[in-house]
């Protein structure tokens, strides 16, 4: 895909978010309003739902890392052992530094779903003991690439769409996820 058309993509996506929230905004209004008005709020999820079903739609994750991070494909188990804390060095011995989104985002719904079949709530330690790995929390899959980008031993998770030709000379994908 070319980088006008992941562009054009993204701004698509973005009306149609906008759009969603606005009709999202408009249904919770409505449902609000007298028991005679409650259609109009269930009619307005409906056309919702009907006229843009990719809002809730999921899409292929990669898990991405530094361009000279020492592994070139980890397993969806590997994966899944970094994020739980379980292993906190790359090969190499340099310390392994975690991307997540934040809690409410849905690719990183999606990504707990399928890779660690847990809540994207959800600790990986006991209350009381020391956090073996700490997190990073980042608002969009453009800051999560960035920060994998230009931090030794980051990993993170983005939707594959949001990688540009360019991102891949400085981050290199070792997981693909696809949809569920």
Sequence with gaps: MSNQSRQHRAEELGRISRVGELALLTF???????????HL????????????????AAEP??????IDTPVTQLTAG???????GE??????GSRIKLVN???SSATRR???????????????????????IQSFIRRTD???????????????YVARASLTADDLQAVKIVLRIPDP
């Design 41 to 56: 709020a269930d009619l307005c999820l409906i056309a919702v739902l009907a006229l843009f079903p990719r809002l809730a």
């Design 101 to 103: 989104r934040e809690i």
């Design 61 to 66: 994750l990669a898990v991405i890392v530094r």
């Design 78 to 84: 590997h994966v899944a052992a970094i994020y739980r």
């Design 28 to 38: 919770l209004f409505l449902s609000r309003l007298p028991r005679t008005c409650a």
């Design 110 to 132: 999606q990504f707990y779903r399928q890779i660690l079949q847990a809540r994207p709530d959800q600790p990986f330690y006991r209350p009381g003991t020391p956090i073996p």
């Design 142 to 156: 453009r800051a999560v690439i960035q920060f994998v980008a230009t931090i030794k031993g980051a990993i993170g």
């Design 87 to 92: 292993q906190l060095y790359w090969p190499d």
